[in-house]
């Protein structure tokens, strides 16, 4: 029963799939980037953390495998999710760390 903002998998994340999940950030208190791989399709999704980030949104950030796990260009998403955990996002990397941090801020 969650709304989704859906891309063809293993796609590019397109304008009109990346816009709707823009609008669904703008609106939530808390923003979960989860341990995905990231690559040049999506590593644009990002940007809806730290967008949330600077508006005052709660930022949960999975940081397990990151380098493993990071196929952009010149190690992108390892670089913006540090930047974000300096800027004050929470890290998390197992779903345990994930539901405490959620029950902490009432989510």
């Given at each position: 029963g969650i709304r989704a903002a859906l891309?063809?998998?293993?796609?590019?994340?397109?304008?009109?799939?990346?816009?709707?999940?823009?609008?669904?950030?703008?609106?939530?208190?808390?923003?979960?980037?989860?341990?995905?791989?990231?690559?040049?399709?999506?590593?644009?999704?990002?940007?809806?953390a730290e967008d949330a980030l600077k508006?005052?949104?709660?930022?949960?950030?999975?940081?397990?495998?990151?380098?493993?796990?990071?196929?952009?260009?010149?190690?992108?998403?390892?670089?913006?999710?540090?930047?974000?955990?300096?800027?004050?996002?929470?890290?998390?990397?197992?779903?345990?760390?994930?539901?405490?941090?959620?029950?902490?801020?009432?989510?």
């Amino acid at each position: 029963g969650i709304r989704a903002a859906l891309e063809k998998p293993f796609s590019p994340v397109g304008h009109q799939a990346f816009r709707k999940a823009e609008e669904m950030a703008a609106m939530a208190k808390t923003v979960i980037v989860c341990e995905v791989p990231f690559g040049p399709g999506n590593v644009i999704n990002l940007k809806l953390a730290e967008d949330a980030l600077k508006r005052g949104a709660r930022v949960l950030v999975n940081n397990a495998n990151l380098q493993a796990r990071d196929y952009s260009a010149d190690q992108q998403a390892v670089i913006r999710i540090m930047e974000m955990i300096e800027q004050g996002a929470h890290p998390w990397t197992s779903l345990h760390e994930l539901i405490r941090e959620l029950v902490k801020s009432g989510n």
